[in-house]
């Protein structure tokens, strides 16, 4: 099978979109920062991310388990990323910066989350990525999974993009 040469696997973000939507997701969205959400690959196709677990991120004292609100607000924040790649993907003819604005009207509209194991892990992976970019709605599927790279939930979000 050949690849359309626009096809989002062959595109390469250049390092002042990426530096600039790591400074939005990371230190703007302020909600993330408090998380600890740090972006470890921004790809048009997927993203991925970290938390290191912390002592104020527990939400079960008794087994130093993450708190379920931590895992479907990372979930969430991540599919959020995701579709800010596809939409920085799909407008490579506009500078990093003019990509930059379009997610001003970005949203959650509908998120689930399935919470498979507990979460109790030095440390966390999250991933995500886009099923279908359309002009006014954007479809995701997520995953929270530990160091050891056990899936520990999953994740599926509806944002709005125009």
Known sequence: MTQHPKSPEKIKFEDEF???LKKVFEEMIVFNKL??????????????ARIDMRNDLVGHYLYNRLHG????AGLDA??????????????MDESPMQRLQRFSKLGTID????Y???GISEWFELRAEVMRLGSRVASTRME???ADGK???TGAGAYIVS
């Open 18 to 20: 990426v530096i600039g």
């Open 35 to 48: 998380l600890g959400l740090k972006i470890t690959s921004l790809q048009p196709t997927q993203v991925v």
């Open 69 to 72: 609100g931590v895992i479907s």
């Open 78 to 91: 991540m599919g959020g990323l995701a579709v800010m790649a596809a939409i920085g993907a799909r407008h």
């Open 111 to 114: 998120l689930r989350i399935d």
């Open 116 to 118: 498979l194991r507990p």
């Open 144 to 146: 929270f999974l530990g």
């Open 151 to 153: 899936l520990l939930s």
